[in-house]
């Protein structure tokens, strides 16, 4: 009978495969049978642990975001400010994409672009992540270095695109160049929009 361990490697290693495959050539282009030979398993074996391809696709990121979120309280720990929490979140989660790539491509190219990605546990979780967000532009208002009339929304939803915007083109482009290239002038530049003039 295998044990804890030996379920929990075999369920990494077809995590592992799939996540390389999907990044390689596509989720789209992915079959159940590669992800399973890639794993040194059959398809038989795969479905003891995941219900397919899809179910797979949800559970990548799922693993990482969770990741994310524990880092991320720890990250703006004893940080004064709202525009230098703003920049840690910014330079954090950047180089914990270029530390990630083959998650960062999972979730910005293909989940994504899932019709079912709103309704899932990872999308929950990215909901969580961007929270903190919220928090730092409420903490701006309030303190008074950002407009006083500042939605934290609306502040939220810029920031994000921005962000995602900078991903997803690196990751487009074969991530051929640095996320930070040229970072602090894009910062400078969204983070004067909400500035207390």
């Not at 929304?153 to 991903?167: D, K, L, P, Q, S």
């Not at 990751?171 to 040229?182: A, G, I, R, T």
């Amino acid at each position: 009978m295998p044990n804890k361990n030996s379920k929990g490697n075999t369920k990494n290693r077809i995590i592992e495969s799939a996540k390389k495959l999907f990044a390689e050539q596509g989720y789209q282009k992915t079959t159940v049978m590669e992800i399973s030979k890639q794993a040194g398993l059959s398809e038989a074996a795969l479905y003891e642990y995941f219900q397919g391809k899809e179910d797979l696709l949800l559970t990548i990121p799922d693993l990482w975001v969770s990741e994310l979120i524990k880092d991320l309280k720890e990250q703006l720990f004893g940080i004064k400010g709202s525009f230098n929490k703003l920049r840690k979140f910014l330079w954090w989660y950047l180089r914990r994409i270029e530390e990630a790539p083959l998650d960062a491509k999972i979730v910005y190219l293909f989940l994504k672009t899932n019709a079912n990605f709103m309704d899932t546990e990872v999308y929950s979780n990215v909901k969580i992540l961007y929270s903190y967000l919220i928090d730092i532009f409420e903490e701006g208002r309030t303190s008074g270095e950002m407009k006083p009339d500042l939605n934290p929304y609306f502040a939220r939803t810029i920031f994000i695109g921005t962000m995602e915007h900078i991903v997803t083109r690196w990751l487009l482009k074969d991530m051929s160049y640095s996320l930070f290239d040229n970072l602090e002038d894009t910062f400078d530049l969204m983070v004067d929009a909400y500035r207390s003039k």
